[in-house]
């Protein structure tokens, strides 16, 4: 693409809330001003995470960035992400091109608005024609949960195989999502309504961009991911709409690697004997530090994530966009041309990581329903272990074909649990919020996108009763234990940010999970394996039992660990406690790349983990939130202009900017605000700021 074809005429365009509405003559020139739009807004964010997929954070973030940047050269990122772009189609990797143009043409004069590079020191770098794809693995490489293989084995190998099952439940890193579909039938207006919400980490600025792209071949209104072109995860061309949700498939597998140098050479076991390995040594600037090598391993099953050159054994990741060289990249400029569901089904066929559960519907009554992505057929063992690399019996054989998919009859939800991905995957969430939402939605008949929050904010928390289920067997208590368990009894289970109840429950739950934690007959499993730190979220204990807790309290009690007095002496140090409300322990805590040391206390938040409003922190850990829903959104097919949405910031990147946090009122209180089509209500801004 040359530099004229880059600065061909779009145009700029604002609602009051200042999210960017963009229209050009022709879908490249519409990719170019994407990414200028991109670089102006949110500068700072996109270029941690070009730095991040590259290994590079370090360099300007410090020691504390070491242990991402060490595993992002290991896993081998930036490589996978030039490989898949190698094999992009000419006219994807052409639409790519022009929006990395974009970024380029503006991202250096950009930068300037935003206070973060001068404070660290960073010059905005230059983005290649592959970097938006490797912004995408950044953010999905760790989507599947594959170091949970890490921790069955520990646990494995500690307990016991038979112990693997007890922790077998939605893990603390494992990002999901809530999402619906009603058919024309249940809704207020006879067409179609989809809505749901990402959970992610809550980041400042946000994972999601609200944006527009209009251009003589389509119109698409969505929640794009800064640093990647179209959009691909939630979008309404005003004919098709359609969303996504983890489908939390299974499908990175680890292999035990045995390894031995030879000479110059490395050499890794595999089934047919001895073979040499890809080996070369990088080099990790840190800055306040001396730099940092980094051993890069490759056999024939995938990168070395555990282990080096000179150790004996290792483990290696073997995961589909490695493997194909492929991550489906085609599909985004298909999905924003789609005008019927069948074109948005033909598009998702292609779709290789992550592995989601999609949903779409169009105006003239279409329904979609169905998994995309690509999970490979292999041993049973792969999906729960890390399995013997020098056995044949753990290849991969080829691709599950076709992907599960379902009727929609009245109305569809997708939460990330055990349901039509089921075949694909081997730990799914509880089925708490699939439930509620079920029960919310057929509470009602003639739905409006206006009612749909009313679902969004639900705090119900389903997963209370197996605790509350103790607690109500227990006798012969202490006047105030008798008093908050009588308390707790009748408690609505709704967490509320006011409710005292739902703080006495969340800290008795706390309590729990310290005392099982810190149970001898967990003791082995309290110190991990010396696995790489990025690794910790999932080996840590005391978030493993917090997460499981529902499951170690109703289903096979643990060898030696007397449930009722857990519950019992953990209701007695809490029953001492005075009463505070839910909001004041639960507060919002969004991860920065620059953490601003003198920001206080976050805002109060309603919500669990297992509610629909899924505001989660880590029991036993913290009640302070770090993942939530990223965005809202009701899609309506009758009306694009009655769509809703709202993300938990705002559309602006920049601190101090009038558009940074504006949505933040809106998105606290549970309220969805307008997605303004009309153009005329729209302010055109100069593309020189």
């Given at each position: ?13 604002r ?53 991402w940047?060490?595993?992002?050269r290991q ?33 250096a ?19 290649e ?12 490489i ?39 579909l ?41 929640l ?17 709409a ?14 035990a ?5 030879d ?14 390995v ?25 990168p ?16 589909p966009p ?43 009554g ?36 076709p ?76 006047p ?26 969340a ?10 934690a ?15 730190e990025?690794?910790?979220p ?11 807790l529902e ?139």
């Open positions: 693409m040359t530099e004229d074809d880059a600065r061909r005429p779009a145009r700029r365009f609602d009051s809330w200042g999210v960017p509405h963009l229209r050009a003559d022709d879908p490249l020139a519409l990719a170019a001003a994407q990414g200028r739009a991109t670089a102006y807004d949110r500068a700072w964010q996109i270029e941690v995470e070009r730095h991040r997929a590259q290994g590079t954070t370090a360099a300007f973030l410090g020691a504390d960035a070491l242990a940047d060490r595993f992002a896993v081998r990122l930036a490589d996978t992400a030039r490989r898949c772009h190698a094999a992009l189609d000419p006219a994807t990797a052409e639409w790519v091109g022009a929006y990395v143009d974009g970024v380029n043409d503006g991202l004069d950009e930068a300037g608005r935003t206070p973060e590079f001068a404070a660290v020191g960073l010059a905005p770098g230059r983005w024609p592959w970097t938006p794809l490797a912004v995408w693995l950044g953010h999905h760790l989507f599947a949960g594959f170091p949970g293989k890490l921790w069955r084995e520990h646990v494995a190998h500690q307990l016991g195989p038979a112990s693997v099952d007890l922790f077998a439940i939605d893990g603390p890193a494992v990002a999901g999502s809530n999402g619906w009603l058919a024309p039938e249940r809704t207020g207006t006879g067409a179609a309504l989809l809505a749901g919400d990402p959970h992610r980490f809550i980041e400042d600025p946000g994972v999601y961009q609200q944006i527009r792209l209009a251009c003589p071949e389509y119109d698409v209104v969505g794009a991911v800064p640093g990647v072109p179209g959009i691909a995860h939630f979008g309404h061309t005003g004919a098709v359609w969303a996504i949700t983890n489908a939390m498939a299974d499908y990175q597998d680890l292999y690697e045995r390894l031995r140098r000479g110059t050479r490395v050499r890794a076991l595999g089934p047919d004997g001895w073979q040499d890809h080996h070369h040594v990088e080099t990790i600037e840190v800055a306040g530090a001396e730099p940092v090598r980094v051993d890069v391993v490759e056999t024939d099953r995938g070395l994530i555990v282990g080096g050159p000179d150790d004996e054994t290792g483990i290696s990741l073997r995961y490695r493997v194909r060289s492929e991550l489906g990249f085609a599909v985004l400029p298909a999905l924003l041309r789609a005008r019927t569901v069948a074109d948005v089904d033909a598009a998702v066929e292609r779709w290789v990581e992550p592995v989601n559960v999609v949903q779409a519907a169009d105006t003239m279409g329904l979609l329903h169905r998994v995309a992505g690509a999970v490979p057929v292999r041993h049973p063992d792969n999906c729960r272990r890390v399995v013997p690399a020098w056995e044949a019996a753990h290849a991969w054989r080829g691709w599950h074909t992907m599960p998919r379902a009727e929609v009859t009245g109305r569809a939800v997708m939460a990330n649990d055990r349901g039509l991905a089921a075949p694909l995957g081997v730990e799914f969430a509880p089925p708490h919020r699939a439930r509620r939402i079920g029960e919310l939605l057929d509470a009602g008949q003639r739905w409006t996108a206006d009612q749909m929050a009313a679902v969004h904010t639900d705090t119900y928390l389903g997963s209370a009763g197996a605790l509350l289920a103790v607690l109500r067997d227990l006798t012969g208590l202490a105030a234990t008798a008093a908050l368990r009588d308390r707790l009894l009748r408690w609505d289970r709704r967490m509320n940010a006011d409710s005292t109840d739902a703080a006495d429950f800290t008795l739950r706390a309590a729990v999970v310290r005392r099982f810190a149970h001898p007959a967990l003791a082995a499993l309290a110190d991990p394996p010396a696995y790489p990025v690794f910790a999932w080996l840590a204990l005391t978030p493993r039992v917090g997460y499981a499951h170690l309290l109703g289903g096979t009690a643990l060898p030696g660990v007397d449930v009722a007095a857990v519950v019992r002496a953990a209701a007695e140090e809490v029953a001492a406690e005075r009463p505070v409300p839910w909001g004041d322990l639960h507060r919002l805590t969004p991860w920065r790349a620059l953490p601003d040391q003198a920001a206080g206390p976050g805002a109060r938040l309603d919500g669990d983990h297992d509610c629909v409003l899924a505001t989660s922190s880590v029991p036993g850990v913290t009640h302070r939130c770090f993942r939530g829903p990223a965005a809202r959104f009701v899609w309506d097919l009758a009306r694009r202009a009655d769509s809703r949405w709202v993300v938990p910031l705002g559309a602006s990147g920049v601190p101090g900017d009038r558009h940074h946090d504006d949505q933040s009122p809106a998105w606290l209180a549970g309220e969805l605000l307008p997605v303004t089509t009309d153009w005329a209500e729209l302010t055109e801004e100069p593309d020189e700021q």
